[in-house]
């Protein structure tokens, strides 16, 4: 009660933290008669003076208020646009390295130029991370207007980038890029073998917008490069088979933790049908030498129980597509890890790709945590503000809105089945649609997108279906969404980033509509019909309420739906929000209290009847914040075990760069061949034994095959007090005078390339083979947990053990190798990066850009196929022209016939 009475006197915490921002916004405000009265040209030289005043000593924060009165100015003069004092705040708070939430509308890509600009001056660069690749280029043009004016450079990164486009555009003030392909850039180039080959600088500062679906949607699954492994595909056919014959009572299903078990009678004939088929050993499922076998066989038990066609996946062209479960999107290109895609593949009789192994991963909470500044910006993030602030430390700040919300959030109304639902809103968007209000339909998937459609259709409601599955043609649907009479239905985050404003939006429509009309007065003409047009349509629309949001169901997380919400009602517009739900949307089935619901519902509700009701609409919220915690506990529990990853991958990342940074290594090469002598005399001659208990003959074989030497061991033995220390002492030396012979017959120079060249690959051939072991370690360290033990714990201590091998295995492999290898006079062919796949399962992108094989790495991208070089012609499409082979060109690249598709739709399809 206290804390309530409190906070209505002095206001929220976040009141305060925003009203004590007022000081500088009043010094940025105090600046802009100074600066406004400057020529461009005087104005682009402010640029230059700010850094000559960092050079000189000064602080970033000390040039705040100047910078942001110059960046505001700027953008008055080429964008036509000019930040509002709440934009300023916005701006400060992304500069602290806080989250700025800013509703729908609000500006949020201008208010980055502020804080974009500002720590872009040190010439350290700065990344401004967006969801998806039409997003980076729209905005890298759109607010590279302010940055060129100024005299910043900028680049953007996007796929099918050679390697020096993309280190060009790393080298800019200002970098425009994607999350995934950051990540995987930042893997690739700890794949590289030298410095001049990797394209990323040193981390400085980034801003990252959508923060919360980047931070924390995406940071369920890891980026993950890898390579194919051998073909298991008779494996998953038998064991799907064997699936396929057991019924309900042989396994237990939890939808809520999307785990199925076998129950006590199903692991006995688990056993039985397994061991007819010959596919373990012995009778006992669980014996150590069916590992495999029992992983293939949980697989296929989530595959044929869990996994449901046509809603988390389908079959398209013989193939298994992942439907995403935030957004409803086609994922195509996309698997599921650990043999469960082959699984499902097994499951629907389509043909069995290979596994992947792991050659590199990262996740993208321990990727971003390696900027020294990181800030964000979302019109949703202060539902899920403890977590960044446990896994990023970066606090949520709430930005006042310029223009008070005059949108009406009513209660959710509540029908006893999905068919009542569906047809109560057909009826109540008919009555709105008659009216001439827009309403913008959210949906969580494209299957009750498309079931909506067909009550549509039988209402005699005109409306647009969007399936959020091309960035760029989503946004020009969504852009339109608010105009008179216009109904689109979209998954929830279909258009994130593309503003709905009421009558139309200007720009998109000038660009549908005048796109073949050549710059003059007949184009100048046309853009003031439609800007008059576009006002006459708003007057109407704002006469028929606003736009109106319906949600035709809850989501998992409050903050989908509040987003959903948000894209009615900006800058002021009026507008109306409210959700339809039924006991059979999956978060009431699964997690809402069912018998209270159930018996409410039942007893209280005719057929068509709607129940409105604060109390269940609490309960709904309840529910949400259940799933919340748990999405969080998932997250949580994927940063932990990474994190163990995370400490060893420095360690590997920071010994490659240096090796990669050494001009020579020999120092490092000395003291690895002295500790592999050292720990291969003790293991054959351990300390405080005698020389009689000693094996002589193990050692001698042992020196023989790692340093190629067969010293006189037992000469050695027969002198007086022969030790341990003395025989270390004569194998390094000769091992030493080998060596030392062997460099002479090379230059210098050559011989350090050679060892660089070795160690490098070894490190690297040492560290695929260990991320596999932990990926099979983190597979089975649950089990744990039945004896009392921690798995994290468990998983924490194993995991070092399995890195002090790896890196004995390196020093020994590498001693050997320089030993016994035979000097050659030609000059050796330079290493290649393996071909590999990129994959990331990203909620918010339905192209398989992230999945194909690196292009920039080798001008391969997908196994090599026979008929690819033979340019074999169909009868629908122009011929590949001469010299041109398919194998080398990027799948997602314009294809080299002319036709104007991306190669995989149209030559790329013949393989």
């Not at 280190?167 to 930042?186: K, S, W």
């Not at 109540?428 to 009750?448: A, M, W, Y």
Request: glycine share 6%.
């Amino acid at each position: 009660m206290f804390a309530g009475l409190a906070k209505s006197i002095f206001g929220s915490s976040n009141d305060r933290y925003v009203r004590s921002l007022g000081k500088i916004v009043d010094a940025v405000n105090g600046f802009e008669p100074t600066v406004a009265a400057l020529t461009d040209e005087e104005l682009q030289n402010q640029t230059r003076i700010f850094r000559q005043r960092l050079e000189n000593g000064a602080r970033l924060d000390e040039l705040l208020p100047e910078a942001f009165a110059t960046v505001r100015e700027a953008a008055q003069r080429t964008l036509g646009q000019r930040h509002y004092d709440v934009q300023l705040i916005g701006g400060i708070a992304l500069h602290r390295g806080e989250i700025a939430e800013m509703r729908t509308g609000e500006g949020k890509t201008l208010v980055a130029t502020l804080a974009t600009y500002l720590n872009a001056l040190p010439g350290k660069g700065v990344h401004v991370v967006t969801v998806n690749d039409y997003l980076a280029k729209r905005d890298a043009e759109w607010m590279g207007q302010i940055y060129n004016f100024l005299g910043l450079s900028v680049g953007v990164i996007v796929p099918n980038l050679v390697e020096d486009q993309r280190r060009e555009a790393y080298g800019c003030d200002i970098t425009y890029a994607t999350n995934n392909e950051l990540g995987f850039d930042y893997l690739r180039d700890n794949m590289k073998y030298s410095r001049e080959q990797m394209v990323q600088r040193p981390f400085a500062y980034a801003i990252v917008d959508e923060v919360d679906s980047i931070l924390i949607d995406e940071a369920r699954t890891p980026l993950i490069i890898s390579g194919p492994t051998d073909d298991k595909s008779e494996l998953y056919l038998l064991v799907d088979a064997i699936v396929k014959q057991f019924g309900a009572s042989d396994y237990e299903k939890d939808e809520k933790q999307k785990s199925v078990v076998l129950t006590e009678d199903g692991t006995e004939k688990a056993e039985r049908m397994l061991e007819e088929a010959g596919l373990i050993e012995g009778q006992n499922l669980y014996d150590i030498a069916n590992t495999q076998v029992v992983h293939h066989l949980n697989q296929a038990l989530k595959a044929n129980v869990l996994f449901r066609k046509d809603i988390d996946y389908i079959v398209k062209d013989g193939k298994v597509v992942i439907i995403d479960e935030f957004t409803g999107r086609m994922m195509d290109g996309r698997r599921w890890s650990d043999g469960l895609h082959q699984a499902v593949e097994a499951k629907e009789g389509v043909n069995i790709e290979p596994e992947n192994q792991t050659l590199a991963s990262i996740t993208f909470q321990n990727y971003f945590r390696m900027y020294p500044k990181l800030s964000g910006m979302t019109g949703t993030a202060a539902t899920e503000a403890p977590e960044f602030f446990d896994i990023y430390k970066m606090n949520v700040v709430t930005i006042p809105t310029n223009v008070a919300v005059q949108r009406q959030d009513e209660d959710d109304e509540f029908y006893k089945n999905i068919t009542d639902k569906f047809a109560a809103i057909a009826k109540e968007i008919r009555k709105r649609q008659d009216i001439g209000q827009p309403v913008l339909v959210g949906t969580v998937s494209i299957e009750k997108s498309e079931m909506l459609s067909e009550y549509f259709q039988a209402e005699g409601v005109r409306h647009s279906v969007l399936n959020a599955r091309f960035h760029e043609s989503e946004a020009h649907i969504v852009a339109q969404a608010g105009r008179l009479g216009a109904v689109t239905i979209a998954t929830n985050m279909a258009g994130r980033g593309t503003d709905i404003k009421l009558g139309g939006n200007l720009d998109f429509r000038v660009e549908d509509e005048l796109r073949e009309v050549p710059e003059g007065a007949e184009r100048d003409a046309a853009i003031e019909r439609i800007r008059d047009e576009i006002e006459a349509e708003r007057q109407q629309v704002l006469a028929a309420g606003g736009l109106f949001v319906l949600g035709t169901e809850r989501h998992e997380s409050r903050r989908i739906d509040n987003q959903l919400r948000g894209r009615s009602g900006r800058q002021g517009d009026p507008g109306l929000s409210r959700f339809y739900l039924s006991l059979d949307d999956d978060l009431l089935r699964i997690f809402g209290p069912q018998t209270a619901f159930a018996r409410l519902m039942n007893k209280n509700l005719e057929d068509g009847e709607a129940i409105v009701s604060p109390w269940i609409s609490k309960a709904i919220e309840t529910a949400q914040k259940k799933v919340e915690a748990r999405n969080y506990d998932i997250r949580k529990q994927v940063v932990e075990f990474d994190d163990v990853m995370n400490d060893q991958r420095k360690v590997i990342y920071e010994q490659r760069a240096e090796i990669m940074d050494s001009a020579d290594i020999s120092d490092v090469v000395v003291e690895m061949r002295a500790e592999t002598v050292a720990s291969l005399i003790a293991a054959h001659c351990p300390p405080g034994t005698y020389p009689e208990q000693w094996d002589v003959e193990g050692l001698k074989e042992s020196l023989d095959e790692v340093l190629g030497l067969q010293p006189p061991v037992e000469d050695w033995l027969k002198e007086d007090e022969v030790e341990q220390d003395l025989i270390v002492e004569r194998v390094q030396q000769l091992s030493d005078e080998a060596m030392a012979a062997k460099i002479a017959e090379l230059e210098p120079e050559r011989w350090q390339e050679i060892e660089k060249s070795f160690l490098i690959q070894t490190l690297d051939h040492h560290w695929k083979e260990h991320l596999a072991t932990l990926d099979a370690l983190r597979a089975v360290i649950h089990l744990r947990s039945y004896a009392q033990k921690k798995p994290i714990d468990e998983y924490k201590q194993e995991a070092f053990l399995l890195f002090e091998r790896l890196l004995i295995a390196i020093r020994e492999d590498v001693t050997r190798m320089l030993s016994r290898a035979q000097v050659q006079f030609e000059e050796p062919p330079l290493p290649e990066l393996p071909a590999f796949l990129t994959q990331h399962l990203d909620p918010l992108s339905g192209e398989d850009d992230t999945y194909d094989l690196d292009a920039a790495a080798r001008g391969l991208v997908r196994p090599p196929h026979p008929d690819d070089a033979m340019n074999i012609p169909r009868p629908d499409m122009p011929a590949l022209p001469d010299g041109v082979v398919a194998e080398q060109v990027s799948r997602n690249a314009p294809c080299p016939c002319g036709s104007g598709k991306k190669f995989k739709h149209c030559h790329g399809q013949l393989a």
